[in-house]
Every structure is written in C-alpha cells, then in structure tokens.
C-alpha cells in the first residue's frame, strides 16, 4: 500500500492470497464483558517504564530506546544476551496489542519447502498437539487477527487482540507451533505432496501443491514470479518461495525437518510487539516457553547482494489463457533493479512517494500516458517502487495490450520518463501525494500495530534500523526543499535513465500454455509407475490409508487455552 510509511506494497503471501487468514471481530465487541483477574492497568492508565539503555532483564539487554512524539509511540530494542534474538517493543496507549514472530528464511530452491513447512507448523506441536490450533483457537479466543505468512525471504506468525489474557493463550500457542511443532510425516503428505491411485494410475496431492498449481494458473501471479525469475538471477528471489508445483513434488521431508532445525532457531529470530502490555512479561513469557531451551547456533541465512547486469535485457513468457476475458491479455512491463532500500532511507521514501506520483490518480502522468491514452486496461501487478526484496524493484508496466501496441508502449513509458527528467512533476500533483501521504499513515485504522510491524519487515530482516519507518515527518520535511532543487529529476536519472539493470518484459496467452503442463506432468507420473513395483505401490495405499485415519481423528481441543 502506498501510504503506508515507506512501504509502497507488501507482497508476502497475505497479498497474494496463500496463506491462512484467522480472524475474529469479537475482540472488541465482547472485551468488556471479560475481566481478567490480576490484570494491569491499561492505556493512559498503564504503569511508565523506568529503564536505560544497557539494563538487563529476562535475559535481554536494552540496546536502544527512542520517543516518537509523531505517532505517541516509545521504542525499545533489544538482544537475548545468550540466543541473539531480537526483540522490538513499540509502547503505546493503544489497547489493542500486536505481537509477530519472524524467521528469515530465503529458499534455496522452488520446492516451496517455507510455504510446506508454515503449513506443517499449525498441524499441531508438543504442548498443542491438537489438528489445526489456530483454527480452533477462534471459538475460544477474542483475537483480532490471527495469520500465518510467508514471504520472499521470512516467514511471520502474527497476531493481535486487546484482551489481556487471550495475549498470552495465544502467544503461548503460536510460540509452541513455531518452535515446537510435530511435523509428523502423515501431515507432510497432506499439506505438501504425496502420491495417490486413482483408478490404477498415479496421482500427484496436496494442500500446497494444489494451491500452487492453482496461483501458477492465475496470470497476475504467474507474472510476479516471471518478473522475479528474470530479474534476479543470483539471489534467493529467484526461486518461488511458494512452491513451483513441478519441484513441490521433488520436496524431500527429511529436508523440511532440517530446514526447520536450522532456521525456526532463536538465534534466526525477531519478535515484535505493539501495544500497553508491559514488555517485560513478554520477555518472561519467551524465555519460559522457548529461548532457554535452545543453544545459540550459526545460521546461515544471510542474502547476497544481486550481480548488476552490464546491459539492459528482455524476456517473452507464455501464460495460460483466461476464457473470462477478453482478446487483449498482453501485459508489458519495464522493470529496474535498484539499490537497497536500507542504505539511504530518506531516498526510499522519496521514491515511494515518486511511485505515487507516476501511478496514483487520473492526473498521474503514467495513468494519462498509458491507461487514459488506450494504449492499456490497466497497469500490471507490483506496479511501482518495491521493497520487499533486499534490492528493491521498480516496475512500470500495462496489462490488456494490443499485440500491435506492445512496441508503442515500450515507447510511451521511455517517452514519459524522458519528460519528467527534464520538467519534473506538477507542484500540485506532489503536494497532494505528500499531504495524503502524512495523514494515511497517521490515521488511525483497525490493527494499526500490524500495519506497523508489517512495515518493519523488511527493515528488521536486513539488519536495518527498523524505527527508519517512524521518520516519515523528518522526510517529508525535507524532500519539500529537495523538490524545489530537482531531486525526482535526479533520481529518475540515476535508477531509470542511467540504469543498466533494466529488464523489459512481454507475457502473452498461449492456448496450449496448461496442455503443455499437463502433458509434462503426465510425463513424470508415467515415468514414476515404470518403476514402481507392486509392492510400492501397495505401500501407497498403505500410506494413504494412514493419512485418511489421521485426518479423521478426534483430537482433543479442550487441551488449548481459554480464557476462563
């Protein structure tokens, strides 16, 4: 979302529609009619922190402490002295409390071993050896929101509700199904893939691997991923975190139980909160239930730097034809590569709000150029500025071209660029993006804690000052000085005129696109059943038929916390 601080979209896995959503409005409705006993004072009411930087407490040491007058909100950082995990505490009157646990976890491959696992995690674990907690913890919680998700590179089990009790019940189930999951085999085969006969012939399923061949049929994010695929080609972002269907079949469990050891480790950790709970139970409540568990580990789950290219590339990708619409389903893009958002946070918002400029509204010149002129329906998805990935993106693109308008387009993009580096934007056009700008992100919204651990993400997970998001007033005022001197004509020089990491990109609809996927999976099953032999396919059965009693078991939900 553009207005939300220095973020212009977040393209982890709740935007693109995989993963699990758990949510209940009965938090606020209800919470008056549920005391806690021994419950703190809360809000403007609640006892203030008398603490400095290099106290220790729960084993953590206070690192940093900050007031941010702007958003009413005091920041605490801090380390677990003996795991190295971190914890950052965002203190605010606000009532509704918001907690996420993160994992940094690039994948290595496009067998979707973080979608698979994220999956397996809410499959029950050692203390909640229950089917499915989350779900169940709905009808005895008054959370506001529960979910799981995945990204390009994290992995972020967050939640939130205002009742003082419900906080811990479910802090106590999400740390137990992040560090202490079952992961048994029989829930690998449901939720990733296994092998079924139907009818004397093999049959890939799954719960990932259906969901993904269904995400890889939708254009829009098989885009996303072609865009990624060809825009990185030596980092992890190359890879589809979610799973490429064909290579979730090639996902070995052993290797997902290892993947798990080595990166839902204490020491690959994050833990951010919001909220007026005092913070310091939350630190109680993590060593008790997790980190003293553990030994601090080496993880290797750093991100390189993406290899710059030497010239400007192009691509053509095929796609499956949607019958729903119409004749034009050509998408054009022209997307750049540019420099870590972290290095220079005041330009990353300059070229957030530069992004809202080009694309926002009938007066945006890439609106009028492009869309307004008939050259395109619509814009492409992840259109603009981008950081969700280490080195952010920018893509400017259009969807519902005409095959003979695809060069026009090229020209029309290159054309409008050409014209803002040398007369800039409208002075109005900016002082509107700007002024929308400061007042949606200060403008109180439901789980407005979420939307401000979301922002940190991808801050946090490169080792970046995560309070960079709270800055937004210190940027602005300064970027109405930098507007007056040129600074977008500077800018558009620099990562769009001058930038040779530059690749242009066409997807059109093939109508034989899905036959030739069907045909390479039929392939691979028929390559498979020339090996087998009758007494493996026999264990087949034998395996099925364990999985179809396992789901079929009553398990016993009493067991999960409640708040009586």
């Not at 505490?89 to 696992?117: Q, W, Y």
Request: hydrophobic share 35%; glycine share 6%.
């Amino acid at each position: 979302h553009l207005n939300q601080l220095l973020i212009p979209k977040m393209l982890f896995r709740k935007t693109l529609g995989l993963g699990k959503s758990f949510s209940s409005s009965l938090g606020r409705r209800y919470l008056s009619s549920i005391q806690t006993i021994g419950e703190p004072k809360r809000g403007k009411e609640r006892t203030p922190y008398n603490l400095k930087v290099g106290d220790k407490m729960e084993g953590f040491q206070l690192q940093r402490i900050e007031n941010i007058e702007n958003f009413d909100v005091q920041a605490y950082i801090l380390q677990d002295e003996r795991t190295k995990a971190r914890f950052v505490h965002l203190d605010t009157m606000d009532e509704e409390n918001a907690f996420a646990i993160m994992f940094r976890t690039p994948p290595k491959n496009s067998t979707g071993i973080c979608h698979v696992l994220e999956h397996l995690a809410l499959c029950g674990s050692k203390k909640y050896p229950v089917r499915d907690p989350f779900f169940n913890m709905i009808k005895r919680s008054l959370s506001s929101y529960m979910n799981a998700w995945t990204g390009f590179d994290f992995t972020m089990y967050p939640f939130s509700t205002t009742n003082y009790k419900d906080f811990y019940n479910l802090l106590s189930v999400y740390l137990d199904a992040s560090f202490y999951p079952q992961l048994g085999a029989e829930d690998f085969a449901q939720e990733g893939h296994r092998l079924v006969l139907e009818n004397g012939k093999l049959k890939f399923q799954g719960v990932v691997y259906n969901e993904m061949k269904g995400a890889m049929n939708d254009p829009n994010h098989f885009f996303l991923q072609s865009l990624n695929e060809r825009l990185f080609k030596k980092s992890p972002y190359r890879f589809n975190s979610g799973g490429e269907p064909s290579e979730i079949t090639d996902l070995l469990y052993q290797d997902l139980l290892k993947f798990h050891e080595e990166h839902y480790h204490p020491s690959n950790s994050w833990f951010l909160s919001y909220g007026d709970l005092d913070f310091r139970r939350h630190l109680d409540f993590l060593q008790e239930n997790a980190l003293r568990n553990f030994e601090p580990i080496q993880v290797n789950s750093q991100i390189p730097k993406e290899e710059r290219w030497k010239e400007p590339e192009r691509a053509s990708v095929s796609c499956m034809q949607n019958p729903m619409m119409g004749e034009n389903q050509n998408k054009v893009s022209v997307s750049y590569l540019m420099d870590n958002p972290g290095e220079d946070p005041y330009e990353t918002f300059a070229l957030a709000l530069m992004s809202k400029m080009m694309f926002e509204g009938l007066n945006a010149p890439f609106y009028k150029g492009l869309i307004e002129s008939g050259l395109g329906e619509s814009f492409t998805p992840g259109i603009g500025y981008d950081i969700t990935t280490r080195d952010a993106t920018f893509t400017i693109g259009v969807d519902g071209a005409k095959d003979k308008e695809i060069h026009r387009i090229e020209r029309a993009i290159h054309d409008i660029l050409d014209e803002l580096e040398e007369k800039g934007f409208d002075e109005k056009l900016f002082e509107s993006a700007l002024h929308n700008t400061l007042i949606e992100t200060k403008k109180t919204r439901v789980n407005f804690g979420l939307n401000m651990i979301s922002n940190m993400i991808p801050y946090t997970i490169f080792g970046i000052d995560p309070l960079i998001i709270f800055k937004i007033d210190e940027f602005a005022s300064r970027l109405k000085k930098d507007f007056k001197k040129g600074l977008f004509q500077k800018l558009i020089k620099k990562y769009f005129r001058e930038n040779k990491h530059k690749l242009t990109m066409t997807m059109e609809p093939d109508p034989k696109f899905q036959e030739e996927k069907d045909k390479n999976e039929k392939e691979k099953l028929e390559e498979l059943e020339k090996k087998f032999t009758a007494l493996e396919q026999t264990k087949i059965q034998e395996e099925n038929k364990k999985l179809e009693i396992r789901q079929h078991e009553i398990t016993d939900a009493s067991i999960l916390p409640t708040l009586e």
